[in-house]
C-alpha cells in the first residue's frame, strides 16, 4: 500500500456502510454503478469519535487544521495519543470528522456485499490501489 497525501478528494458518491463496535472500525463505501467501474472503500481503525452524515456527494478526507482542532477541542472531542483527527467534507458544510488511529483506502473491482479488501489480504489482487496513513 502506498501513504495516502492529504486531502484525499474523490468525486463519488459514499455511503456510511458499517461500523463494529467491537473493533471500532468504520467503513465509508462508494459502490459500482452505471458511472463507476470499480468500488472504492475509506476505512478507519480505532475510531473514537466522529460525526457523519449517512450519504456524501463527493468526499475530501484530510487531517484537521489546528483551528478545527482547536473548534472541536472546545466541544469535547479529544484526540488521544497516537490518533489522528480526520476532516470530511463535502457538499455539505461542516460535513463532519473522524477521530482513528489510522486511515486506509482501496479501490478494487469487488461487488456490492463482498468484504472489503482492505482487511483481507487475501483479496489485494483484485485491489487497483490502495492506500494507507497512521
Do not use: C, K
Amino acid at each position: 500500500m502506498l501513504a495516502i497525501e492529504f486531502p484525499l478528494r474523490m468525486d463519488r458518491q459514499f455511503q456510511l456502510w458499517s461500523y463494529q463496535v467491537s473493533h471500532r472500525v468504520l467503513l465509508l463505501r462508494s459502490n459500482i454503478t452505471r458511472d463507476a467501474t470499480s468500488r472504492i472503500d475509506l476505512m478507519f481503525r480505532s475510531v473514537s469519535a466522529m460525526e457523519l452524515r449517512s450519504r456524501y456527494e463527493w468526499i475530501s478526507v484530510d487531517l484537521a487544521s489546528d483551528s478545527r482542532r482547536e473548534q472541536l477541542s472546545s466541544l469535547g472531542v479529544e484526540v488521544a495519543a497516537g490518533a489522528h483527527l480526520f476532516s470530511i467534507e463535502s457538499a455539505f458544510p461542516g460535513a463532519g470528522y473522524v477521530v482513528a488511529g489510522s486511515f486506509y483506502y482501496a479501490e478494487d473491482d469487488m461487488d456490492y456485499g463482498q468484504p472489503s479488501s482492505i482487511d483481507h489480504p487475501e483479496l489485494a489482487h483484485r485491489q487497483i490501489s490502495a492506500g494507507e496513513f497512521g
